[in-house]
């Protein structure tokens, strides 16, 4: 009588050394404990995960926004930007009052070169008699530069705090891409109307006017999402009873940015699905569009 052939194991093909009688669901090779992923049945190799996953469309929100919005990389870096810039802000001056010294009881800073060369200023010599700076005279930067500048620490913490709670949240909901447009186009849309409506000679910087937008696009999203804004209503009822109640502070400028941010948040929300990025973009372009007409128009008007 013969005896049977000892049968012998299969060994990994990624671990030749190592033997096991599991194989991949999907393509039939050999996997030990250390290559075995979990599937919906039995086991599958790495290269199948990935494969699977490649083929997979990424999971979005009802706005577009994917899963790299949940890191918060772009809240983040808006808040390093401001913190860095308030450094070379105070840098700028040498020290002195940049830290603190002006409003609020003192406890804001005072203006420093950095601030005098970005903030929104409509058409305006620095000192008598000196050269005009200004919108008017061609430095358009300024409706950017102004939203990344503050009057001291307190101004700074005050915004990165509210841009930190409000940030995280809205990144995450609409996506790197469209969170930062959002930002952007609410800043600039409170600088412009800073523009329109303050004095030639005032001087506003600060995160402020982006911020009201952040405010009222969070109040608006969570609308559409059918969730409670209980929360939301007093404590931008609170930032409004301040912008009014304080001296100093660009009434203007917060609800412009408030406006703005509005507008976009409704182009962002309420896109259609089968062309949304499409909408937001153009929806987007249109708001920028007409701050561009506001801007040339108040600057003829300055010239005028």
């Given amino acids: 009588m013969s005896e049977s052939p000892q049968t012998t194991a299969p060994v990994c093909y990624r671990h030749p050394g190592r033997e096991t009688w599991v194989r991949c669901t999907r393509c039939d090779r050999p996997i030990c404990p250390d290559c075995m992923r979990e599937a919906s049945v039995g086991h599958q190799c790495p290269e199948c995960v990935a494969e699977g996953r490649r083929g997979q469309r990424p999971a979005r929100t009802v706005f577009g926004g994917g899963a790299a919005g949940r890191a918060g990389y772009v809240t983040k870096t808006l808040i390093g930007f401001n913190v860095l810039l308030m450094l070379i802000s105070i840098a700028s001056a040498g020290g002195g009052d940049a830290v603190a010294g002006g409003g609020l009881g003192g406890l804001l800073g005072g203006g420093t070169p950095l601030t005098r ?10 000192v008598s008699f000196g050269p005009v700076h200004g919108i008017a005279a061609d430095e358009y930067y300024r409706l950017f530069t102004a939203m990344f500048l503050h009057y ?18 809205l990144e995450a909901t609409l996506g790197p891409l469209r969170f930062l447009a959002l930002y952007l186009i609410a800043g600039l849309g409170g600088n412009v109307a800073a523009y329109l409506f303050s004095a030639p000679n005032a001087q506003t910087v600060g995160a402020s006017t982006a911020i009201f937008g952040l405010f009222a696009a969070l109040f608006i999203i969570m609308r559409r999402m059918g969730r409670d804004t209980s929360a939301v209503v007093p404590v931008l009822v609170v930032n409004l009873v301040f912008t009014f109640a304080v001296p100093g502070i660009s009434i203007a400028g917060h609800l412009g940015g408030l406006v703005i941010g509005a507008l976009m948040a409704l182009v962002l929300a309420y896109a259609p699905r089968m062309r949304r990025s499409a909408f937001q973009a153009a929806g987007g372009a249109v708001v920028v569009l007409a701050l561009i007409g506001l801007t040339l128009l108040r600057t003829s008007l300055l010239l005028g």
């Fill in 117 to 126: 060369w970005g903030s929104v200023l409509g058409f305006a010599p620095y």
């Fill in 152 to 169: 001291g620490i307190v101004h700074l913490l005050l915004n990165m705090w509210a841009l930190w709670m409000l940030g995280r949240t």
